[in-house]
């Protein structure tokens, strides 16, 4: 079993809607969960930090976490054609700060 | 405040080979990861230093090491080449605590392709 799982995708919604992008990990421990963006030929981008059950907002993106079900989501409102990217999920599971990365979601937003 | 900064940004090497790629920290960190990412990916933990010492190893053989100098800049050096090692290869500085709670930021990365 990976420690981070994710639908490859390709995920496609049509400009304006929400987009909903999900990870499950298997180390209850774990204890920081993050959203990166990368744009194809590029690094990632840290997009998103949470560390308590519930949602977090950030202008259009709302992270949510349910650590008994141990599973992430990051939700995108409003989704642009600029939002097309692979949305990698990582999670720490404070072992020398190491991360865990899911192999990403390919997001299309079409116009 | 300065970001990190990797160096080459694309390298091709022949098989059995040997690599160095280099990353300089963002300003006031002390510890560094490096990534491996293949294509289709996440990135996969090769290792941290701290203080200059190994401080986290993930499964990748001995013929990945490195290196952090004083400055706190680092070196990774991959031996004896495999085409499986082509890559993009990621580095991020980071204090320990900071990275714990913030998560990484990485550099532009190196593109290693070996043939």
């Known amino acids: 079993q990976k420690e981070v799982e994710q639908n490859s995708g390709p995920l496609s919604v049509p400009e304006g809607a929400i987009a909903s992008l999900n990870c499950t990990y298997s180390?209850?421990?774990?204890?920081?969960f993050f959203w990166y963006r990368q744009y194809s030929g590029k690094s990632p981008e840290l997009i998103m930090s949470?560390?308590?059950?519930g949602d977090k907002e950030d202008g259009r993106f709302t992270a949510q976490l349910n650590k008994a079900s141990q599973y992430v989501s990051l939700l995108i409102r409003d989704s642009q054609p600029s939002d097309s990217a692979t949305y990698l999920c990582a999670v720490n599971t404070n072992n020398f700060n190491k991360f865990y990365f899911g192999s990403g979601t390919k997001l299309n937003v079409k116009p | 405040e300065t970001g990190v900064t990797q160096s080459p940004t694309h390298l091709i090497k022949t098989r059995g080979q040997q690599v160095t790629l280099r990353c300089s920290s963002q300003?006031?960190?002390?510890?560094v990861s490096w990534y491996q990412q293949a294509l289709g990916q996440g990135p996969q933990f090769i290792f941290q230093?701290?203080?200059?010492?190994?401080?986290g190893r993930g499964n990748f053989p001995p013929r990945f090491s490195g290196l952090q100098f004083p400055n706190y800049s680092s070196e990774l050096n991959v031996n004896a080449l495999e085409l499986d090692d082509s890559a993009l290869y990621l580095c991020?500085?980071?204090?320990?605590?900071?990275?714990?709670?913030?998560?990484?930021?990485f550099g532009s990365g190196t593109r290693l392709t070996v043939v």
């Open positions: 949470i560390y308590s059950n």
């Open positions: 180390d209850r421990g774990s204890q920081s």
């Open positions: 230093y701290y203080r200059e010492e190994e401080n």
């Open positions: 991020a500085s980071s204090s320990t605590q900071r990275t714990a709670n913030y998560g990484y930021t």
């Open positions: 300003s006031g960190h002390n510890t």
